[in-house]
């Protein structure tokens, strides 16, 4: 399937300046060499610990943050060089969702307001058509041609976000940046507009690009999903691929980490400890390896490059195949990764025997 979006090193560094000259002292290294691509109406989720780059990689792509480097190819046009009056023609096939209903609304336009100004601007309607469309798009998203007439703060949070979607959606976009669409959300409520996502993406063939630290609701929607850290792609697979035999130490940690519906269950024991680095002054070799249960030596002077293993790519050297893949590879498993996590439990075991002794 060939790519509807293309990305390749895609790089953002937000300069830091000091003194009275302002001169600039160094750079925070938000998104460093992010390459992936998404294919017409599949879903790609990029999770991560908040500030890992993910909402910064999804405005980069539109533009919304000029990227410091790369390559941004939609449908084999090349954004990066386009001036600002094509980037313009080009957002509409390219669209966004943000995260908070309510701030990303002018409280002092109606629904229809809202949606009139992508309508007319990109041409999708005409005076004469424009109340029909905007009802068009209102029905889309589960709204009636009354609400039309309301202003944001007239409405509950879901119907505010059900608005963004439907602004997202009237000029008929082919990708969709969807930037933690649900987290602001009740949990009743997220599960409605994740649904209504995947009703339009069926009905509609869009593609979205999915931002998000839920891996609940990613592991819903995702096709494939990428996992960044500092700045970084560390492991990038097909969604079953990635949940039931995940492969980089920091996904492990993620998923380990999430909350479970058993109480009794508890958490596995591979949680990630610690704070993330400075992305001012990112380590040297991996960037996880401060955090890591099982680094070596090589992580620590030698950064991984994302290398394929199956249908996943993963930039960590001590990962290897999973030898049954169709179902979740155990922790105890006689990998090198494991091996290490099974003589660290087993220091532990002892200092804590000698404690009590």
């Known amino acids: ?37 998404v294919a017409a109406g599949e879903t790609l989720a990029i999770v991560g610990e908040s500030g890992c780059g993910k909402s910064t990689t999804g405005r980069a792509l539109l533009r919304l943050i000029e990227p410091s480097a790369g390559s941004i190819r939609m449908e084999g046009t090349e954004l990066t060089t386009l001036s600002p009056a094509r980037m313009r023609q080009m957002r509409r096939q390219m669209q966004i969702i943000f995260q908070d209903p309510y701030g990303s609304l002018n409280p002092r336009m109606t629904v229809r307001e809202v949606l009139s100004e992508p309508l007319l601007l990109h041409g999708v309607a005409t005076p004469a058509t424009l109340q029909a469309k905007v009802a068009e798009v209102l029905g889309l998203c589960g709204l009636s041609s009354f609400h039309a007439e309301r202003y944001p703060h007239e409405f509950s949070g879901g119907q505010r976000q059900r608005v963004g979607i439907a602004r997202a959606l009237a000029t008929r976009p082919k990708l969709i940046v969807c930037d933690e669409p649900v987290s602001a959300l009740d949990v009743s409520v997220q599960a409605q507009i994740v649904n209504l996502l995947q009703d339009l993406q069926r009905q509609l063939g869009v593609a979205y690009v999915f931002i998000s630290h839920d891996l609940a609701v990613v592991r819903h929607i995702a096709t494939r999903v990428a996992v960044m850290y500092l700045g970084r792609i560390v492991e990038e697979a097909p969604a079953a691929e990635l949940f039931a035999a995940p492969l980089h130490p920091y996904t492990r940690s993620l998923i380990a980490a999430a909350p479970r519906p058993d109480p009794a269950a508890g958490r596995a024991k591979a949680s990630v400890e610690g704070d993330a680095p400075s992305a001012l002054a990112p380590p040297p070799g991996c960037a996880f390896h401060p955090r890591c249960p099982v680094a070596v030596e090589r992580c620590r ?35 090198p990764l494991a091996r290490r996590l099974a003589v660290l439990a087993a220091a532990r075991a002892r200092k804590q025997e000698g404690t009590a002794a």
Do not use: N, W, Y
């Open 301 to 335: 002077s030698e950064r991984p490059e994302l290398r394929g293993i199956g249908p996943t790519r993963v930039a960590c050297h001590l990962a290897e195949p999973a030898t049954d893949r169709a179902l979740p590879r155990p922790l105890d498993a006689d990998t």
């Open 1 to 37: 399937m060939s790519a509807l979006l293309q990305v390749e090193g895609l790089t953002k560094h937000f300069p830091v300046r000091r003194g009275i000259l302002r001169r600039i002292v160094g750079h925070v290294q938000a998104v460093t060499d992010v390459s992936f691509a």
